[in-house]
């Protein structure tokens, strides 16, 4: 007689995702919780405690210097670090598959190789330093591009986007062109389906993995980079709880016994960062043992992320 | 080889041109960026913003000045400093050498017990043992390395006030080697972990790779030990991984040096890169970018002519990823 497994347990998903998966699911579960909870409690900016409470009851992440209550800001923080790395990588993402699977597919095109050619050349400037000098030039004042006026939380989610281009496109265009080298691709071409069909039904729902991958290594890069901006002075600016501003103030004010006070917001951060390398560290293990073979030289993987 | 190595260094030498436009092209087109070093009274009045323009050759057509600042770069020269009228190269070349300090400390105490565990993890995979470091290197490369240097600034350094690198009393290494080392070290393990991070990522995925392939076997058949295999066929089969490696840890080292010596106010190119941007120095900023920007694709030169002399599949490899960009 067969084992029968309890009734309304289903636990198959364990499995699937192994325990690097659970443990990063529960991660971002714990960021996406302080992020709740703070923005449930109330006005970051309210100065409505003492200065410097350890962690308590009344204040479960204690207060800053000023006596603003540390959950909130966390929490204001972590929504405004999302917001940021999430919109960055979706502009770059959706700047970059376009571009990605046409210079793919016309590889032969001039337009293409020229396109191609201006990715690999922008590459040569490392990337946080292009960023770090691309807001320390535009800084302090804002600006109008197309009719729109640029903040300085805009122009941080602009540049980051800028800087994430080339890498997206370039893992696109190398997924396109191994997905088109596969024999089935020929098979069906040889069959009569249309280069459009081909393209829409089997090519792109195959890219998928790939950039899922590489996408959700962008925003932990991007998460790490927006803190690292904010800490610089190049990202949002202060009052405004940013993770990466609450570990700048905490930083600048020397406070030897709030010992809370950079340890929170910062421990925030690493969970949501290794929450999302550990989801793709689980995809890369999947696709790897897939057909779709993971574009060569995709590994910037961990790139500026230390 | 010959060819291969004509072929990379004009690769590189057509990176750097690229680089330095950008960053030139960035400074020149970026609304805002040319009237912002300029005193309020000056930016508001029209005639008095042109008058300044005009001053600093800012006028001139585009090209004029592009041609002018690589004729300057050519001779060394970086520009001057618009705060004080210093030349930019002065501060570069002061700044420098203490960045490449911090660098090859932190790459020191990262690379080899990176590479250790790599090795470790590749050896024992999907058993407990790969499992720790896995997750270890993947904390080590999540863990921003600017919140950690706040830790450790506040807590060691109120503590032991001795290991903090002192603001403005940076000792040179000439003159005490153990100080300067001693006030280093605090920012070198900072950026050691996110290098042994990846260190370690990028050795074991590269490893396990070649532990599978038929090389491998036939050692393993032919009755070599297990140590031999490593050493003499598996390493050597990994090497190319090598270039990947050191990029990334260069391109860490670099957005790391910029945060953690702005945190620990080591007086490095990452500071007088951030602190010339905020004093709207942007001669000097400029400079320490594109000095910046050229040893990165110096190191990645290097590492990749070496390879080339070790392993001469690597010139096929790296021929065939394009050159400019390992």
């Given at each position: 007689?067969?084992?029968?497994?309890?009734?309304?347990l289903?636990?198959?998903?364990?499995?699937?995702?192994?325990?690097?998966?659970?443990?990063?699911?529960?991660?971002?579960?714990?960021?996406?919780?302080?992020?709740?909870?703070?923005?449930?409690?109330?006005?970051?900016?309210?100065?409505?405690?003492?200065?410097?409470?350890?962690?308590?009851?009344?204040?479960?992440?204690?207060?800053?210097?000023?006596?603003?209550?540390?959950?909130?800001?966390?929490?204001?923080?972590?929504?405004?670090?999302?917001?940021?790395?999430?919109?960055?990588v979706?502009?770059?993402?959706?700047?970059?598959?376009?571009?990605?699977?046409?210079?793919?597919?016309?590889?032969?095109?001039?337009?293409?190789?020229?396109?191609?050619?201006?990715?690999?050349?922008?590459?040569?400037?490392?990337?946080?330093?292009?960023?770090?000098?691309?807001?320390?030039?535009?800084?302090?004042?804002?600006?109008?591009v197309?009719?729109?006026?640029?903040?300085a939380?805009?122009r941080?989610?602009?540049?980051?986007?800028?800087?994430?281009?080339?890498?997206?496109?370039?893992?696109?265009?190398?997924?396109t062109?191994?997905?088109?080298?596969?024999?089935?691709?020929?098979?069906?071409?040889l069959?009569?389906?249309?280069?459009?069909?081909?393209?829409?039904r089997?090519v792109?729902?195959?890219?998928?993995?790939?950039?899922?991958?590489?996408?959700?290594?962008?925003?932990?890069?991007?998460?790490?980079?927006?803190?690292?901006?904010?800490?610089?002075?190049?990202?949002?600016?202060?009052?405004?709880?940013?993770?990466?501003?609450?570990?700048?103030?905490?930083?600048?004010?020397?406070?030897?016994?709030?010992?809370?006070?950079?340890?929170?917001?910062?421990?925030v951060?690493?969970?949501?960062?290794?929450?999302?390398?550990?989801?793709?560290?689980?995809?890369?293990?999947?696709?790897?043992?897939?057909r779709?073979?993971?574009?060569?030289?995709?590994?910037?993987?961990?790139?500026?992320?230390? | 080889?010959?060819?291969?190595?004509?072929?990379?260094?004009?690769?590189?030498?057509?990176?750097?041109?690229?680089?330095?436009s950008?960053?030139?092209?960035?400074?020149?087109?970026?609304?805002?960026?040319?009237?912002?070093?300029?005193?309020?009274?000056?930016?508001?009045?029209?005639?008095?913003?042109?008058?300044a323009?005009?001053?600093?050759?800012?006028?001139?057509?585009?090209?004029?000045?592009?041609?002018?600042?690589?004729?300057?770069?050519?001779?060394g020269?970086?520009?001057?400093?618009?705060?004080?009228?210093?030349?930019?190269?002065?501060?570069?070349?002061?700044?420098?050498?203490?960045?490449?300090?911090?660098?090859?400390?932190?790459?020191?105490?990262?690379?080899?017990?990176?590479?250790?565990?790599?090795?470790?993890?590749?050896?024992?995979?999907?058993?407990?043992?790969?499992?720790?470091?896995?997750?270890?290197?993947?904390?080590?490369?999540?863990?921003?390395s600017?919140?950690l240097?706040?830790?450790?600034?506040?807590?060691?350094?109120?503590?032991?006030?001795?290991?903090?690198?002192?603001?403005?009393?940076?000792?040179?290494?000439?003159?005490?080697?153990?100080?300067?080392?001693?006030?280093?070290?605090?920012?070198?393990?900072?950026?050691?972990?996110?290098?042994?991070?990846?260190?370690?990522?990028?050795?074991?995925?590269?490893l396990?790779?070649?532990?599978?392939?038929?090389?491998?076997?036939?050692?393993?058949?032919?009755?070599?030990?297990?140590?031999?295999?490593?050493?003499?066929?598996?390493?050597?089969?990994?090497?190319?991984?090598?270039?990947?490696v050191?990029g990334?840890?260069?391109?860490?080292?670099?957005?790391?040096?910029?945060l953690?010596?702005?945190?620990?106010?080591?007086?490095?190119?990452?500071?007088?890169?951030?602190?010339?941007?905020?004093?709207?120095?942007?001669?000097?900023?400029?400079?320490?970018?594109?000095?910046?920007?050229?040893?990165?694709?110096?190191?990645?030169?290097?590492?990749?002519?070496?390879l080339?002399?070790?392993?001469?599949?690597?010139?096929?490899?790296?021929?065939?990823?394009?050159?400019?960009?390992?």
């Amino acid at each position: 007689m067969k084992a029968r497994r309890p009734q309304g347990l289903d636990l198959s998903w364990v499995r699937t995702l192994g325990w690097a998966g659970i443990l990063g699911a529960a991660l971002i579960a714990a960021f996406l919780a302080v992020a709740a909870a703070g923005l449930l409690r109330g006005d970051p900016l309210a100065l409505d405690g003492t200065p410097l409470t350890p962690p308590g009851p009344s204040h479960p992440f204690g207060t800053d210097s000023l006596g603003r209550d540390l959950l909130a800001r966390t929490g204001h923080g972590a929504v405004t670090s999302a917001m940021v790395s999430v919109v960055s990588v979706g502009l770059a993402t959706a700047v970059a598959l376009p571009l990605g699977i046409l210079t793919g597919w016309f590889r032969r095109h001039p337009v293409a190789s020229v396109v191609t050619w201006a990715v690999e050349l922008v590459q040569v400037v490392p990337p946080f330093i292009a960023v770090v000098v691309l807001l320390g030039l535009s800084a302090d004042t804002d600006h109008q591009v197309l009719g729109v006026r640029l903040t300085a939380t805009g122009r941080l989610i602009l540049s980051l986007a800028v800087a994430f281009v080339p890498f997206m496109t370039r893992v696109v265009r190398s997924a396109t062109m191994a997905e088109l080298s596969s024999e089935y691709v020929d098979g069906l071409i040889l069959l009569g389906v249309r280069r459009r069909e081909l393209l829409g039904r089997e090519v792109l729902p195959n890219l998928a993995p790939a950039v899922v991958v590489q996408v959700l290594l962008a925003l932990s890069v991007a998460v790490f980079a927006e803190g690292g901006l904010s800490y610089l002075g190049l990202g949002v600016p202060p009052p405004a709880p940013t993770l990466g501003n609450l570990i700048a103030e905490a930083g600048t004010q020397l406070l030897g016994d709030a010992w809370w006070y950079a340890l929170i917001p910062g421990l925030v951060l690493v969970a949501g960062i290794t929450g999302v390398n550990l989801l793709a560290d689980v995809a890369t293990d999947r696709i790897s043992g897939q057909r779709t073979p993971v574009p060569e030289n995709s590994p910037a993987t961990d790139e500026p992320a230390s | 080889m010959t060819r291969w190595l004509i072929v990379r260094a004009a690769a590189f030498v057509l990176s750097v041109v690229v680089g330095l436009s950008g960053l030139f092209l960035m400074l020149h087109t970026l609304p805002g960026s040319d009237t912002a070093g300029l005193a309020p009274t000056v930016a508001a009045n029209p005639e008095a913003r042109a008058a300044a323009r005009r001053a600093q050759g800012l006028d001139r057509p585009l090209v004029d000045q592009y041609l002018d600042h690589v004729r300057g770069l050519l001779r060394g020269d970086l520009g001057v400093s618009n705060s004080d009228g210093s030349p930019a190269a002065d501060a570069v070349a002061t700044a420098a050498p203490v960045s490449i300090q911090l660098g090859v400390m932190a790459a020191t105490l990262g690379l080899l017990p990176g590479l250790a565990a790599g090795v470790v993890a590749a050896r024992h995979v999907h058993r407990p043992g790969d499992g720790t470091i896995r997750l270890t290197a993947l904390v080590a490369v999540s863990v921003p390395s600017y919140w950690l240097a706040v830790l450790l600034l506040v807590q060691v350094g109120n503590r032991w006030p001795g290991l903090l690198p002192q603001p403005g009393g940076f000792v040179e290494f000439s003159e005490d080697p153990g100080a300067t080392v001693q006030s280093l070290m605090l920012p070198a393990v900072v950026l050691a972990v996110g290098t042994f991070g990846v260190v370690a990522r990028t050795t074991r995925s590269a490893l396990i790779e070649v532990l599978a392939g038929d090389d491998v076997l036939f050692a393993r058949a032919m009755g070599m030990t297990e140590r031999q295999v490593l050493t003499r066929v598996a390493l050597r089969n990994a090497a190319p991984a090598a270039v990947t490696v050191v990029g990334l840890v260069v391109a860490g080292l670099l957005a790391g040096t910029v945060l953690v010596e702005n945190v620990f106010q080591v007086p490095g190119l990452g500071q007088l890169l951030v602190s010339s941007f905020s004093r709207h120095d942007y001669p000097v900023a400029m400079a320490a970018a594109t000095v910046t920007a050229v040893a990165y694709l110096g190191l990645n030169l290097v590492v990749d002519v070496a390879l080339a002399l070790v392993d001469p599949r690597h010139r096929v490899h790296a021929a065939r990823a394009n050159g400019g960009s390992t």
